[in-house]
């Protein structure tokens, strides 16, 4: 059992920045693909950042590439989510999960976390002026 707490969340102004984490515990996040996904009001859920535990490949859709980055501190087994030059559709609950596999992280970002085993409660990022 893995169990995901996000937080970071909150209301920015558009072209501002935020850290998200998501921390787990239970278990090491060594043997997992590890996601960042968002779910606006009336929208499907959409990955927006995936990293490999195999070889810290990462993967960003078109949407967010150059502008959010996905990272790792082994450490403190926590996932963090930067993401720099907000827009107000970049609103929604951002959640972490993490998919046993295998998968690939391109994948596991398409399908939108479809079959991740373990899903954090989600964290919500405004970003508004």
């Known amino acids: 059992q893995v169990q995901l707490v996000e937080s970071g969340g909150g209301l920015v102004q558009p072209g501002g920045s935020l850290r998200l984490s998501c921390a787990a515990s239970?278990?090491?996040?060594?043997?997992?693909?590890i996601g960042w996904f968002r779910q606006a009001p009336g929208k499907e859920r959409e990955g927006v950042s995936c990293i490999s535990t195999s070889d810290g490949s990462t993967y960003y859709p078109d949407s967010v590439k150059g502008r959010f980055t996905i990272s790792r501190d082994n450490a403190k087994n926590t996932v963090y989510l930067q993401m720099n030059s907000l827009k107000p559709e970049d609103t929604a609950v951002y959640y972490c999960?993490?998919?046993?596999?295998?998968?690939?992280?391109?994948?596991?970002?398409?399908?939108?976390?479809?079959?991740?085993?373990?899903w954090g409660k989600g964290t919500l990022v405004t970003v508004s002026s």
């Open positions: 999960a993490v998919d046993a596999g295998p998968i690939a992280i391109e994948a596991m970002c398409a399908l939108g976390g479809y079959g991740a085993n373990y």
């Open positions: 239970g278990d090491t996040l060594d043997y997992y693909a």
